[in-house]
């Protein structure tokens, strides 16, 4: 194992806080995952002790890169999707580093780390130029990377095409709620993407969340002009972008 590098990423979502040790060169956890439910009510001290609990019990002792489902801005989280408003106004840097007694730690959005191990390790890690991820889940998350280089805290489910937020006409959640067939769902996100790559022109779309294990089932149906890929690493993904974050010093 000599000379290869090694960092801590911690993804914090509304039901689970996962973390691992991952190698940085193949994208590839050092071991199984660990998972403690998310605190509830989910606010900042109970989630950084949950943190607390779970790096100790991986017997970690270095810097440390952690998820939120929030807006990161130099460490502080501006908004909270499925974790305690709380949240919100809170420096989750400054926070996490007390609870690991004082030790380095990035904080950045979940969305945004998927991204950059996306980017490097997963499905778009043979594609130069414009990446941009999509997460299909409650919302709909967004991370834009170009050559490798995240913009962070982009938010474009939020975004308004056609005359609807992004995330109200395409989320997986609204697929479920009012009982669309794939078919009619694959509609309301080539009209998103549509949308997207008019603004961006990227070179590929990365399809993330749940939904995203079916892709066979959908993606197919997409009428947009760029190709759509599935993500790779799914529920690893944040940790190993956490990881990646701190290592590479991103600070959002």
Aim: aromatic content about 4%; glycine content about 12%.
């Amino acid at each position: 194992m000599s000379g290869r590098r090694h960092a801590f990423g911690i993804d914090i979502g509304g039901s689970g806080v996962k973390g691992a040790a991952v190698d940085l060169d193949t994208g590839e956890l050092r071991h199984e995952r660990i998972k403690i439910a998310t605190p509830r009510p989910s606010t900042p001290d109970a989630v950084a002790g949950a943190v607390a609990q779970l790096v100790a019990k991986a017997d970690w002792d270095g810097p440390v890169g952690l998820t939120l489902p929030c807006v990161v801005l130099d460490g502080v989280a501006h908004t909270a999707a499925n974790v305690d408003k709380s949240w919100i106004g809170t420096d989750a840097r400054s926070l996490f580093s007390d609870a690991l007694d004082g030790r380095e730690v990035t904080v950045l959005n979940d969305a945004d780390a998927a991204g950059l191990a996306e980017d490097t390790f997963g499905a778009a890690r043979d594609i130069d130029g414009l990446v941009l991820l999509l997460t299909f889940g409650t919302g709909i998350g967004s991370a834009l990377l170009n050559n490798g280089i995240l913009v962070p805290n982009t938010e474009l489910g939020h975004l308004e095409i056609g005359g609807m937020e992004t995330e109200h006409r395409a989320a997986a959640s609204v697929k479920e709620r009012e009982d669309l067939g794939y078919p009619e769902w694959a509609a309301r996100v080539s009209t998103v993407l549509r949308g997207l790559e008019d603004l961006f022109w990227p070179t590929v779309f990365v399809a993330g969340g749940g939904i995203s294990r079916d892709a066979d089932q959908w993606i197919p149906l997409l009428t947009n002009r760029t190709r759509v890929v599935p993500a790779d690493l799914r529920n690893t993904a944040g940790i190993v972008g956490a990881a990646m974050a701190v290592d590479a010093g991103i600070t959002p």
